[in-house]
């Protein structure tokens, strides 16, 4: 008796597992593009207002994260920055390179400048208040929180690592997952902006 519930206990988590990963691919499939991305409001690292319309006619390029970050960053903007440095002037014009930051306590303008535009001369940091920057998460389907066992100025924040490429037309077309190589994301980039 007692095993036969064990049996029905991983049954049971399986189909929650399963219906988790389905829920998650659906994100991605078709719908996918209805369902990431939309209207934001923020600032520029210039201090400029923006909106998804400020973009209206360019492709966009979006990663979330922050300039505290140890690693996960780093990786991947570096890895965006070899592949920018791949794509030719006309291609790299049709392209907004964003990096929006999950961390706007710390991540004032001019911090996100400096460490944006290191990256990528071209790059724009976007900066919210914990509203905007909640509401830009949320679109963008972008888990971020901060870490347990940090203070008020010494903490990390874990938060998912995806690549956004959004059309001209502002909706979404393309994700690249953590891991991508620049060769693949400059490909990627090129298929789509030529
Ligand atoms: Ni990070």
Redesign the pocket.
């Known amino acids: 008796m007692k095993k036969k519930s064990s049996i029905w206990a991983v049954i049971a988590i399986l189909v929650v597992i399963g219906v988790a990963v389905g829920a998650r691919l659906m994100v991605w499939s078709g719908d996918g593009q209805a369902t990431v991305g939309g209207p934001f409001a923020m600032a520029d690292h210039n201090g400029r207002a923006v909106t998804e319309k400020t973009f209206a006619g360019r492709w966009m390029l979006i990663y979330f994260?922050?300039t505290y970050?140890p690693d996960?960053?780093p990786t991947a903007l570096g890895v965006m920055s070899v592949a920018l440095d791949g794509l030719s002037p006309a291609e790299r014009a049709k392209l907004a390179p964003l990096f929006i930051t999950v961390d706007p306590d710390r991540d004032r303008p001019e911090v996100l400048k400096d460490y944006v535009t290191a990256f990528a001369p071209d790059m724009l940091g976007l900066v919210g208040n914990a509203e905007q920057t909640d509401a830009a998460k949320k679109a963008f389907k972008v888990y971020a929180e901060k870490a347990k066992g940090g203070d008020q100025e010494n903490y990390t924040?874990d938060?998912s690592?995806i690549l956004y490429l959004m059309g001209p037309d502002g909706k979404f077309v393309q994700h690249f997952p953590h891991g991508t190589s620049a060769p693949d994301l400059l490909a990627g980039l090129k298929k789509h902006l030529n």
């Open positions: 994260g922050y970050c996960v960053c924040v938060h690592s």
